[in-house]
Every structure is written in C-alpha cells, then in structure tokens.
C-alpha cells in the first residue's frame, strides 16, 4: 500500500499549486480521499476530502473557496488545487486514504483514515 503525495513547492502569496496523491497497492476507489497539512509546531490539521466516487467534498473553513479537491480513479489519482495561497498556506501537506462502505462516507479527522503517504512541502512567501 502506497500513497505518495506530490506538486509541492515555493510560490509567492497570490499562486497557485496543485497537489497529486498517487495510489498504489489497493483498490483506490473503494476509499475515500483526505488531505491534510502540518505547519511548524502545529497539530496536522484538515484541509479537505472527497467520497470515494468524487461527487461529495469537505473543506476546511479557512480554505473553502480556494482549494478544490478531486480524483480520477482510473488512473488512482488525487489532487488538491491550491489558488489565492496565503503565508498560512505554509505546511506540510498529505494525502491519506479512508476506506469507505457508503458512497457518502467521508472523514474529517485524522482518525478516521487508514493509509498516509508521506507529505510534500508547500512554502507561502510573502
């Protein structure tokens, strides 16, 4: 089982990243998908996820409006577009899989997912 999140990097407060979750090891579109982010000295905190088909998403306040969350499970795939990034954006960011037994299944803390990959970094400067 492997998810290994990607697209991080440096960007001025104002740009845009998009993010990508690849899966691999398990049946990815029987999960749920979940991204999360950890600053500096800060407990890992929820940013946004989506149902295991995509047709439902939750975001964290302090991003909703401009992150969006997706998937394409033909090709094992998450994403998290990132616009208007602000030096709060600054973080750690990961991906993590729920497996899921309803299509409305979703988790919103950290608790509830089984499978984390490893984090890519996003710098905000000002």
């Known amino acids: 089982v492997q998810l290994q999140a990607s697209g991080g990097g440096l960007v001025q407060a104002g740009g845009s990243l998009t993010l990508s979750c690849a899966a691999s090891g398990f049946t990815y579109s029987n999960y749920a998908l979940g991204w999360f982010r950890q600053a500096p000295g800060k407990e890992r905190e929820f940013v946004a996820a989506?149902?295991?088909?995509?047709?439902?998403?939750y975001y964290a306040d302090s991003v909703k409006g401009r992150f969006t969350i997706s998937r394409n499970n033909a090709e094992n795939t998450g994403y998290l577009q990132m616009n208007s990034l602000e030096p709060d954006d600054t973080a750690e960011y990961y991906c993590?899989?729920?497996?899921?037994?309803?299509?409305?299944?979703?988790?919103?803390?950290?608790?509830?997912?089984?499978?984390w990959g490893r984090g890519t970094q996003v710098t905000v400067s000002s």
């Open positions: 989506t149902t295991w088909s995509g047709g439902s998403s």
């Open positions: 993590a899989a729920r497996r899921a037994f309803t299509a409305q299944a979703v988790g919103l803390v950290r608790l509830d997912y089984d499978y």
